[in-house]
């Protein structure tokens, strides 16, 4: 029975791979919107039913297959992440990854970032669209870990969270128009992102600054009470 079992298993694992291959072939070779899931079953030797046991749509297949990748990339970025330095060195180590990989699939890359601005306007989403949400929320943290961990009173506070988010949501649109060049160029792309990055963290810390110096300036200033 248990050698049964293990064919089964052997035959599923067989068949997701020829389905991730297929599909990530053709989705390189004919972009996205062209590629069919029929096409995709043909090249995989795979009955269209069969592709929807392991995706529940063209968007659902896209991410089963660049996730296991992408979850890769994650894992990698937060482990090399320096120690110690600045937010904005830090934030560099972080995020380098994603250009580097991005750089060297830039066909799916493309078709993911579309995809991402159309999650918001899908109610019912499938397992593997699922997997790529959770881990777009994890990039955020591990930003407003960074924040956190920084030694300079100007940037940690009770909005890290929100400053993060910010951050993040500029990577994001800068990833979307950097994928607008013919060959994205990771150097390219990692600079144009570190300039949007030092005005947010310059404008921040100036604020915060400012906000500093009023208090002062104001505790200074008080009127003692008169005494009786």
Known sequence: M??????????KRDKLRRIKDAAFD????????????????????????TIFLYA???RDLLCLVLNQDLDEVFRSAVASLPPAGS??????????PIY?????????????????????????TGEQVERFRNRLKAWPKAIQKIVDESRSEDLVGDDSALLAEILFDVHLAHV?????????????????????????????????????????????HAKTPASN
């Open 2 to 11: 248990s050698s049964v079992v293990g064919l089964r298993e052997r035959g």
């Open 26 to 49: 053709i989705f390189r070779s004919k972009g996205y919107e062209a590629a069919s899931t029929r096409e995709i079953a043909l090249a995989a030797d795979v009955s269209i039913g």
């Open 56 to 58: 529940k749509d063209k």
């Open 87 to 96: 937010v904005e060195r830090r934030l560099r180590c972080l995020l380098a």
């Open 100 to 124: 580097e990989y991005f750089s060297r699939e830039p066909e799916l890359a493309r078709a993911m970032n579309r995809e991402i601005t159309r999650l918001d306007l899908v109610e019912e």
């Open 176 to 220: 979307r128009r950097w994928l607008n060049d013919d060959v994205p160029n990771t150097a390219d792309g990692l600079a144009g992102l570190m300039r949007r990055v030092r005005i947010i963290l310059r404008q921040r810390e100036s604020s915060t600054s400012r906000s500093n110096f009023r208090r002062a300036t104001k505790g200074r």
